[in-house]
């Protein structure tokens, strides 16, 4: 059995940090206002909205990130990609959360609502009209799922998309959608046939953001996240064209949960990269600071939490790069993909709360990464797919 280190992921790990040293750096040392304790009130206005240099920056990582190949690396050759597999993306997340946050969090990867496999099922069409701008860093989308009354039961969704001629009319509400107020096209989940509950009979449809009869509702203002700027959006007799469907009619909810599964275990990797930066920040710190006349990391109630996180930071970064080996294989990985999306979530969240405990109050500042790191880590344990829902998959497995 080999433990070691994939080299193909060493190597790009090695690529992106000089990717992020040469291109991102210089950036994040000129727009210093969007980084640090005062970031959020740089990047939102009044309404929550993004502020129109803080999205032209981001377009900008965008674009120098797809132009080196970083930006939808994980898509195959054939559109574009990398074709990067899963535990090498894994591993990328594990190392680009463990490093302190920068611009490059919000673009390389992950929150810009940047290319995802589901598109995979593009025909000609709409590959040029939305894969090739997204692959190339000039637009991004988001996911449209979750409804204000439907979240963990997705298949009771109550948006509709209904055929009227040779057009899709959509109506509903979409809630807690990322990069919703920003995206230039939304995939959105509708029910085209079947009743509420019935997992057939919901479609995928691929929609511009400024077609008439969509809005951007509520901006939701989360307690982390800030930056994925989750919020509602909502259709009202919204007309799209039959060529509006992603992939075949009626299969939408396996596409999502495709999605769902595939981004799980990035969010797993990205937890324990976090829980083991937390885990080194609180050593560090606790080296340095001296009570009664000692420093705090010679006492036992300091270190002896510090020494279990990060026992558990290795044995989930072994559950999550396990999963990802059986996904690589071809093997059926459902129960440990959710058990290392639960594991590693309850993860960063408890080396969160232990790191803030070693800074005393320097750790509830927004001074230094613990508190931001603290709300984010919370909402991880919601995101695609919460803890029950994962303990849902692991009982479903453990039954069949
Ligand atoms: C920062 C952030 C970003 C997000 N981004 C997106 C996005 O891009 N696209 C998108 O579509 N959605 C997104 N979501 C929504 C997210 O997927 C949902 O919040 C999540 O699925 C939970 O749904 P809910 O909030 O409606 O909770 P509910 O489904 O109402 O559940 C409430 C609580 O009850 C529990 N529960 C529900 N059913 C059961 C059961 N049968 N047994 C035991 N416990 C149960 C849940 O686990 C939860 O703890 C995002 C959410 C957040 C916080």
Redesign the pocket.
Known sequence: MDFSEPERATRLKSELEEFIETEIRPLEEEHGRFLGPDAERHIFDDEFRQVPEYLDLKETIRKKAAEAGFWGMTMPEEVGGRGVDTLTDAIVAEFLANRPAGLHTYAVRGAGGGPTPILLACDEGQRERYLEPLMAGEATT?????EPE????PNFLETTAEKDGDEWVIDGK??????APYADFAMVFARTSGDPGEIRGISCLLVDTDTEGVEVGEIHR?MG?AW?A?AELVFEDCRVGEDALLGEEGKGFFQAMDWIGSARLGVAAGCVGSADFLVREAVEYAEGRETFGQPLIERQGISFPLAEVAMDVERTRQLYRYAAWKVDNGEDARKEVAMAKLAAANLEQRAADVAMQVHGGEGYSRRGPVEERFRTAR?KR????????QK?TIVQELRE
């Open positions: 988001c996911f449209a799922l979750t439907h979240g963990s039961d979409k809630a807690w959608v990322s990069n989360p996240h994925v989750p909402g919601l995101t695609e797919g919460t803890d029950e829902m849902r």
